[in-house]
């Protein structure tokens, strides 16, 4: 019995890590959500989806608004401070969202 729980603890802990590791954190995402939709699906028409774009495509847009390469104010703030791997686990997590909102 006792090594049936701890293998059940050792799933769940393991199952839990791993959804974390897939997740770029959520403070990482909370602000963009703001503008580009909870579900990387935009409200505001003047601003691009993002949920089941390109990986490549993101992580290179990104990358250009932080070097100034695509002019954009508000994406310029938005990606100054994030390190090349915090971009690439954004743009991870929106290419693997799917391209229709939720019913
Ligand atoms: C204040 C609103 C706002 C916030 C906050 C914001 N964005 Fe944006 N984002 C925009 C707008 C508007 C555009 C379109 C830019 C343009 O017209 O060139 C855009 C464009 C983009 C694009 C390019 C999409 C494409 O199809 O070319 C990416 C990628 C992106 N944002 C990611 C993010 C991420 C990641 C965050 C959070 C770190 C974020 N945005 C936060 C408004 C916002």
């Known amino acids: 019995?006792?090594?049936?729980?701890?293998?059940?603890?050792?799933?769940?802990?393991?199952?839990?890590?791993?959804a974390q590791e897939r997740q770029p954190r959520r403070d990482l995402i909370i602000e963009c959500m703001a503008c580009h939709g909870d579900d990387g699906i935009a409200k505001d028409r003047e601003v691009p989806h993002l949920a089941g774009q390109n990986y490549d495509y993101?992580?290179?847009?990104?990358?250009?608004?932080?070097?100034?390469?695509?002019?954009?104010?508000?994406?310029?703030?938005?990606?100054?401070?994030?390190?090349?791997f915090e971009l690439a686990e954004i743009a991870d997590f929106y290419a693997r969202l799917p391209r229709e909102p939720k019913p």
């Open 1 to 18: 019995m006792r090594f049936v729980l701890a293998t059940i603890v050792l799933a769940l802990t393991a199952s839990f890590a791993l």
């Open 58 to 84: 993101l992580l290179k847009q990104l990358r250009d608004f932080q070097r100034g390469r695509r002019p954009h104010k508000e994406m310029r703030v938005m990606s100054r401070l994030l390190t090349d």
